[in-house]
């Protein structure tokens, strides 16, 4: 069964901290691997997406890994900043279509002044 | 600006009603999905609709109905015999570079 398991569940980290949110997924076959981004009470925006053949990609302040051998992403938040606070959400689709995706959990991150 | 559009935003049901959560896209997406989000959970598949007319029951379609008569829009109905339905709703549309997700209904049943 595939599965998409994020960690830490839950995050507190000071205003202009960097934070790395992990990713771990048995999703096969692979297609690609999305960061989303959902504030309270809305829909999911995405930040970044990932192929195979990608390790690394950056989104401003964002900055999303890919090691496809270990099936492990992780999203870097650099300087972080009081709107960071949300939901990430990691998406990993197979090549299955778009109705063959798996949601993550999500890591709830807060920051704080 | 293109986008997808979910309405209401908040909508509360009295136990036994049917209601129906709005879903239109401007995307020009074929590709059309209902997803249910919980406390703790990942976000699971209501229905999908890959094509006008057609649509797919996902992993929780029990106690929910589609319709997809125009390319533009999905509407969802929540039935009396969805025992459960307090949840946020969540549709998507879905193109070439990926989702691209409403804003929510938030479902409470009073």
């Known amino acids: 069964k595939n599965q998409v398991e994020q960690s830490p569940q839950s995050l507190i980290i000071l205003e202009g901290k960097n934070c790395t949110l992990q990713?771990?997924?048995?999703?096969?076959?692979?297609?690609?691997l999305r960061w989303y981004k959902q504030d309270t009470g809305r829909g999911p925006v995405s930040l970044t997406i990932?192929?195979?053949?990608?390790n690394t990609k950056s989104n401003g302040r964002y900055t999303a890994t890919l090691d496809a051998d270990t099936k492990q992403s992780s999203l870097h938040i650099t300087a972080s900043q009081l709107s960071d606070s949300a939901s990430y959400i990691c998406?990993?689709?197979?090549?299955?279509?778009?109705?063959?995706?798996?949601f993550g959990t999500g890591t709830k991150l807060q920051v704080i002044p | 600006d293109g986008g997808i559009t979910q309405s209401p935003k908040y909508l509360f049901r009295k136990e036994g009603q049917n209601v129906t959560l709005s879903c239109e896209q401007n995307?020009?997406?074929?590709?059309m999905y209902w997803y249910r989000q919980d406390p703790g959970q990942g976000l699971r598949l209501i229905y999908y609709?890959?094509?006008?007319?057609?649509?797919q029951k996902g992993d929780i379609a029990e106690g929910y109905s589609v319709s997809r008569e125009k390319k533009e829009s999905f509407p969802l109905t929540v039935t009396s015999a969805q025992k459960n339905p307090t949840a946020f709703y969540l549709c998507?549309?879905?193109?070439?570079?990926?989702?691209?997700f409403g804003s929510g209904t938030r479902l409470t049943v009073v």
């Open positions: 998406v990993v689709r197979d090549s299955g279509g778009y109705q063959k995706v798996t």
């Open positions: 990713c771990n997924y048995t999703v096969s076959p692979f297609s690609n």
């Open positions: 990932m192929t195979f053949s990608e």
């Open positions: 995307l020009n997406h074929d590709a």
């Open positions: 609709s890959q094509i006008v007319n057609d649509f």
């Open positions: 998507a549309s879905a193109g070439g570079d990926g989702y691209t």
